[in-house]
Structures are given as structure tokens and as C-alpha cells.
């Protein structure tokens, strides 16, 4: 079976480095970016990102891949979604990655991405349940896809490895990367050697987060790029 995944931006957030890794270490997933320039959760541009998103080459490419169905994340690939449907009649997996809305434009297209798609992929447990209704639910192919978490590796010589924590996407609203990092400073008491690595592009919140960690009294244990 070969899978085509579709995707609106490139970018170091956690959707596009998932897809990026999976179609480079699977020949049978083909990914699509529709916008490899647009910086992920740009403000004040949707209307732009779109038209530029749905040009020629991206209906060229649906056509040529030949996949047996295709994996569409977050609201701005809809209406390809909706598109792919009625074109070529193949099935169709609609991936919800936040639990919540992000504006008005994220909740109309999921709402209708939901009930269109043959099949709903979430992030979360949560995720499926703030923005899935049940009576959906329960008339589509339905997976939560977490991301297991392998045992702290032991150091040959009997010595616990300091443990290390990441997070991985944007900085906005959204994430609530000011939780973890409460969090982690809670767990920094009890492993005094533990380290809180962020990676992402600033979507509103990077400022904010800087300074807890500063009030926090965390600026050795964690490190933001």
C-alpha cells in the first residue's frame, strides 16, 4: 500500500518533522508540502498562504502519485482532502494534531474535514474527544497515534545517564510550553542534573517563555534554539 501524506508548511514544528522523517525512511510514503516557504502559524496571511498553497503543480502531483489513500494534516489541507475525494474516490485520513481550535477558519474546516474523511487520525486521546464528536466517532475508522517513550538508558557502569527532556515545535498559545516548563521545574528538585532542551520557531509565546525560565531560576537546565 502506498500512503501520500499532505502537509501545508515546511518548517521545524512536530507534524512537519514526523512527515519529513516518514517518506524519507519508507519508499511507500510520498509527502506532500503545499507550502515550502510559508513560515508555520504565520498571522494576518491566511488568505495568501492558501492561493499560494492550491496552485497547478500540487493538482499535478495528486494525480501522478498513484497512492492507494492519503493522509491530510491540519485545516489548511482540506480542501484538497474534499478534493481527492470527489476526484480520484479513494480513501481519505483526516489528522488532528492540537486539541483546539486556533481561530475560526481552523474550526469551520475541521468540522468539515471530520465528517467527510473516511477515517480520523488525532494525536491525543484528548485531542479526539475535544474535536471529534462521539456520533462521528463512532461511523469512521478512528486511532489516537501517540509517540512511545523507551526506557532511561543505563550507564555501563552502574551510573544513571542525567535525564533529558525535549520538546519540539512551535511556541504559541496553543502548545502551553509554559506548563512543561513549570513542570520541569518541579522535576528539576527531585533530579537536580536533569536538562530541558526547546526546539522551534517563535508563534507568539518564545519571549514569554524566556522569562520563566528566568523567574524560574532555570537558565543552566534549559536551553531554547
Not at 500500500?1 to 514544528?13: N, R
Request: glycine share 6%.
Amino acid at each position: 500500500m502506498h500512503i501520500l501524506h499532505v502537509i501545508p508548511t515546511g518548517g521545524v514544528g512536530g507534524v512537519e518533522t514526523a512527515a519529513k522523517k516518514a517518506a524519507a525512511t519508507n519508499k511507500n510514503v510520498t509527502l506532500i508540502i503545499l507550502a515550502k516557504d510559508a513560515k508555520p502559524g504565520a498571522r494576518g496571511k491566511i488568505l495568501g498562504t492558501l492561493l499560494t498553497m492550491f496552485r497547478f503543480s500540487i493538482f499535478s502531483r495528486l494525480r501522478v502519485t498513484q497512492s492507494d489513500v492519503a493522509v491530510f494534516s491540519l485545516w489548511k489541507t482540506v480542501p484538497l482532502l474534499i478534493y481527492w475525494k470527489v476526484r480520484y474516490r479513494k480513501p481519505a485520513l483526516f489528522f488532528l494534531h492540537s486539541s483546539k481550535d486556533k481561530h475560526l477558519f481552523d474550526f469551520v474546516f475541521t468540522r468539515i474535514a471530520v465528517r467527510v474523511a473516511d477515517g480520523i487520525l488525532a494525536d491525543s486521546r484528548s485531542t479526539l474527544e475535544k474535536r471529534v464528536a462521539k456520533s462521528i466517532a463512532r461511523t469512521k475508522w478512528v486511532r489516537v497515534v501517540s509517540m512511545l517513550v523507551g526506557d532511561v538508558t543505563k550507564h555501563p557502569h552502574g551510573r544513571r545517564s542525567p535525564y533529558r527532556f525535549i520538546y519540539w515545535g512551535r511556541f504559541n498559545e496553543n502548545k502551553n510550553v509554559e506548563t512543561a516548563l513549570k513542570l520541569f521545574a518541579e522535576i528539576r528538585r527531585l533530579l537536580p542534573d536533569s536538562h530541558f532542551l526547546l526546539i522551534g520557531p517563535d508563534d507568539g509565546t518564545l519571549r514569554r517563555c524566556k522569562d520563566l525560565v528566568r523567574t524560574l531560576d532555570l537558565a543552566s537546565a534549559v536551553t531554547c534554539r
